[in-house]
């Protein structure tokens, strides 16, 4: 199972399906924020730092299989087809 975020030179893939661009992914964030209330009591979250993420699953979301979810360089998964690979074709 993957828990790992994407990155700049890696990026999901769905071993079952092929899909590179679409995926359901459940994540805990730890945060802390600056509230800011306007007169009316209206809050706006002006300011947020992420102290903690766990990436809990990732699913794909075309066949929905959260077992064949790979993390690949971004050459890998370009090799896998033509430069629309990962996107529905009819």
């Known amino acids: 199972m993957v828990t790992a975020l994407p990155d700049d030179t890696h990026r999901w893939r769905c071993g079952g399906c092929g899909n590179l661009t679409r995926f359901d992914v459940t994540r805990t964030r730890r945060t802390t924020d600056y509230w800011h209330f306007d007169l009316a009591g209206e809050p706006v979250v002006e300011d ?43």
């Open 48 to 90: 947020s730092t992420l102290l903690h993420e766990t990436v809990e699953a990732v699913a794909c979301r075309w066949c929905g299989r959260s077992d064949a979810i790979e993390l690949v360089t971004r050459a890998e998964a370009a090799v896998a087809g033509d430069p629309g690979a990962g996107e529905p074709t009819g």
